[in-house]
């Protein structure tokens, strides 16, 4: 693997990293109630699984295992993208801290696609 290509993979990590933890404050900064309890166990699921399969599909043997992996990246940026719609609408007062993080998971779920593209 060229260098430049190992750079953007660590980038990658470091960018879904810390958007996991961009999950978890908003997780911490919602409401608690019965359906924000609900809501966040959803997304801190789906928002931080993105990074730990990305980290996973590193790791893998075979191009149909990275396929795998980072296919399982994407869906779970989509249901991502789907639970910080709902968050969203139960809570518009955080539409301010919601918006960037909505932006940031389709770019995610983009990179995940091209990448998906890339490795057939």
Not at 88 to 116: C, D, G, S
Request: aromatic fraction near 8%; glycine fraction near 4%.
């Amino acid at each position: 693997m060229s260098n430049n290509q190992n750079n953007k993979k660590y980038d990658l990590e470091d960018r879904t990293l810390e958007f996991g933890k961009k999950i978890i404050h908003l997780a911490k900064d919602l409401p608690k109630n019965t359906i924000n309890f609900n809501l966040c166990d959803q997304v801190i699921r789906s928002g931080t699984s993105m990074g730990a399969n990305y980290r996973e599909a590193n790791e893998t043997e075979t191009k149909k295992d990275f396929s795998f992996r980072i296919r399982i990246c994407r869906k779970e940026g989509k249901e991502t993208i789907y639970w910080l719609q709902l968050i969203e609408e139960a809570n518009p007062e955080l539409k301010n801290k919601i918006t960037p993080l909505l932006q940031e998971t389709t770019e995610l779920v983009k990179i995940f696609a091209a990448i998906l593209e890339k490795s057939r």
